[in-house]
């Protein structure tokens, strides 16, 4: 199929459209869900089409090789947080990361920081409030110090990407014992990272890329999904954008009903910035795994090399960050305690993605039914996607793969 032309003039008249012939679904978005689902369709002997907006596949899993670099770069996801068997299915070789964590002035971390997140297990959750109102109420108060309360709101907000004075406790407590359930705490990585992951999924698959999407809208007996160029028809329409692309009104559903646009509206998207930072020569002890620069602009730093470390702030460090690879290299330098000049700098903003507009999802609080709406299908519209995921597992690799099973066989019911 050949690419399609991203012109920026609206939607062309439906007479002056082409419309194409019809098939059995068409999926819109080549991300994780979108294609998982995808080739579950083609597997059951669907005859499916992806658009995809992007002229590559993967959405927020991208995989990169820069010239001069020693190993590849995950721009977006780059880790495999537990053991899902939905992501294991399709990767081979992950091994758990090794090194110590460091904090400011090298100093290797305590048994303070694993004791404050183990303390989390006991933050109320029965009743629903903000994060940051379970920290401070008078019964965990009593189980903690004002020191783990700080480890463990910069964890939290940190690793969820989520401002924890809107955050929905309810939600953390449900992704905690989600994460639980497949030994969460094991953290590994791809071995080639996820562009051969990507890869596997996409074999196979009719995917028309540089397609961006304008609208959807159902009709009797079928659905029409329109590009700039062309209205396609099928069956059912598989909807894998990310939440924040929804959000932002990209797509036009001129059937949507109000319960829809309402769990759009009320769950949230978490910015991300990544900073990729290579040297001539190790700056930091070789067992180094992570390194907490705490009070910093860039607060968590990972060795991806022994001469490579990779920057992260997300949430509200994320968005105060005006020039992130300066500001990386300076957080870098305060917590090794010495002058740092880096061979070569390489910056991942997800919030200022036009078809991303963030890194992944988080709950605000009062919204944890609404991951279960976004689920739902509308008529011939089904929905996919780390934000429609309801069981805990939102935000993950796996979790987007888990909705677009999910979806197949809605659909594959549905037909």
Known sequence: MPKAACERKGLASDSSRRILSRVD???????????????????????????????????????????????????????????????????????????????????????????????????????????????????????????????????????????????????????????????????????????????????GLQVGLDSPVREVRQARGFVEVATERAVFRAERALVTVPLGVLQAGSIRFPQLPSWKREAIRKLAMGPVVKIALLFDEPHWPRNLGFLHARGQAVPIFWKLHARALMGWAAGRAALKLKDPAKEAVRSLAAALGRKLKPRDVVVFDWQQDDLSRGAYSWVPVGALSQQKALAKPVGRIHFAGEATEFNGHCATVHGALMTGRRAAREILTAL
Not at 36 to 61: H, I, N
Not at 65 to 93: N, S
Not at 149 to 173: M, T
């Open 25 to 203: 679904v068409i999926v819109v978005g080549a991300g994780m869900a979108g294609l998982l689902a995808a080739r579950e369709l083609s597997r059951a002997g669907k005859q499916v089409l992806v658009l995809e907006a992007r002229d590559r596949l993967g959405g927020r899993t991208h995989t990169i090789h820069p010239d001069g670099w020693p190993i590849h770069l995950d721009t977006g996801a780059e880790f495999v947080h537990g053991r899902p068997k939905e992501l294991l299915e399709l990767v081979r070789g992950v091994r758990d990361l090794g090194g110590r964590h460091y904090q400011t002035g090298v100093i290797p971390v305590g048994g303070e920081w694993s004791e404050a997140l183990e303390k989390l297990g006991d933050l109320p959750s029965r009743r629903e409030q903000t994060v940051q109102a379970a920290l401070s109420s008078r019964s965990f108060r009593k189980k903690t110090t004002e020191s783990e309360r700080e480890l463990q709101a910069e964890y939290l907000e940190g690793f969820n990407a989520a401002r924890i004075d809107r955050a929905s406790v309810k939600a953390i407590a449900q992704q905690t014992e989600a994460a639980d359930q497949i030994e969460g705490e094991r953290i590994g990585k791809p071995p080639r990272g996820y562009g051969p992951v990507v890869a596997k999924l996409a074999r």
